[in-house]
């Protein structure tokens, strides 16, 4: 299907890799990387980058906040989640601060609430497109009102 959404799974514990693409597989294309630098170059190589990123917070070489930075700096559209083994407000709090779209705690209660997370995000995305055709429409509406509404006046003013 062309039009599923694209989904980069970034964790170093394989079977958690592994158990989340193949949740969200059913649903959207799944890509799959095993630390930051990894998913660094699959962002970087691919023709049309993931509309989203799922990663760990702690793997080796790269971890999930370097890459989040990196994200949100080069691929601002590109939403983050973070997940987490700690289950800490402040962990949550900073990546949040740092443009993190959510946080998930590992292990999950239930991948369901995972998969709420990515529908929410995504039900968000489409929303935000929407309103800002709907601006685009409006500014371009309003300046053909103005236009025309000069048009008017100078021919009224000039008969």
Do not use: N
Request: hydrophobic share 40%.
């Amino acid at each position: 299907m062309a039009d599923r959404r694209t989904i980069l799974v970034v964790d170093d514990d394989r079977p958690v890799r592994t158990l989340v693409a193949r949740f969200l597989g059913k649903t959207y294309d799944i890509r799959e990387a095993e630390d930051g630098e990894e998913a660094w170059a699959i962002i970087q190589s691919e023709d049309t980058a993931p509309d989203l990123v799922i990663t760990d917070i702690r793997m080796p070489r790269t971890d999930g906040v370097t890459l989040l930075a990196r994200i949100r700096e080069e691929y601002p559209d590109i939403g983050v989640v973070m997940m987490s083994g700690t289950d800490t407000v402040s962990a949550a709090v900073r990546t949040m601060r740092l443009g993190a779209v959510d946080y998930v705690v590992k292990p999950f209660p239930s991948l369901d609430e995972l998969a709420i997370i990515v529908e929410r995000y995504f039900e968000r995305q489409s929303v935000e497109h929407t309103l800002a055709e709907y601006v685009r429409l409006h500014r371009e509406m309003t300046t053909h009102l103005k236009v025309r509404t000069f048009l008017c006046v100078d021919v009224v003013g000039s008969g």
